[in-house]
């Protein structure tokens, strides 16, 4: 079956601006999750969302804010970018919510540069 | 709020040496979570630890939780060339939150 797929997978953003990235589970996958990327922080829990519910949430300001629709699809949107915020963008998917035991997938990401 | 720690940052190993990462947690955990990912690509989900003192093994690897279930390893016998990449904990903090560590980058010379 097709795996996590995120769009899009590159981008490139003015300072200020807004983005919306999309990740579709793995069918029949309740659960997604957001993590950021970057060489100085490393991978860091943004959100996840389990049957349109937002569970948990990461240690991120308000303008990274996400949704998850009745289909499992979620996007993920970022306001008023900063520099900062260039990084690689992860979706991952799983059967149950985080910490069931279940295998997490994750995409091949989004990459932002902001610029 | 919620630290999770990684050593080494990086460890060069001849293949066929041994390797170990180990993973401290500042809260307790309930449970922890250990992920792969090769240069230039995703993370990929390796296995989840739940018990207090639960040890997993997947052929070469072997992963541990202690007591307190604070602490983490994940050890790798005999590496080979395909062991090659970074590999990070995750710890989970009863629904609260979810902390990466920084990650350990394994090099593996032929």
Not at chain 1, 32 to 57: D, I
């Amino acid at each position: 079956k097709a795996g996590v797929t995120q769009t899009p997978r590159y981008l490139i953003k003015t300072r200020g601006q807004q983005v919306t990235l999309s990740c579709s589970p793995i069918s029949g996958h309740r659960s997604v999750s957001w993590y950021q990327q970057t060489p100085g922080q490393g991978l860091q829990f943004l959100f996840e969302y389990f049957s349109e519910t937002q569970r948990n949430k990461g240690n991120f300001p308000g303008r990274f804010s996400g949704r998850q629709f009745s289909n499992s699809r979620s996007e993920m949107n970022v306001s008023t970018l900063e520099l900062g915020d260039s990084a690689l963008y992860l979706c991952a998917s799983s059967s149950s919510w985080l910490g069931s035991g279940n295998t997490i997938y994750f995409g091949e990401g989004s990459w932002l540069t902001v610029v | 709020g919620q630290q999770v720690m990684q050593i080494p940052q990086y460890q060069h190993v001849q293949e066929g040496e041994d390797f170990t990462t180990y993973c401290n947690s500042s809260t307790t955990l309930s449970n922890i979570q250990w992920y792969k990912q090769r240069p230039g690509g995703h993370p990929v989900f390796l296995i989840q630890l739940v018990k207090s003192g639960e040890v997993k093994k997947q052929k070469r690897l072997t992963f541990q939780f202690g007591e307190a279930k604070k602490n983490s390893s994940l050890h790798i016998t005999a590496t080979q060339t395909t062991d090659v990449g970074t590999y990070f904990c995750a710890g989970d903090n009863y629904g609260q939150n979810f902390v990466f560590g920084p990650g350990t980058r394994l090099s593996v010379l032929p």
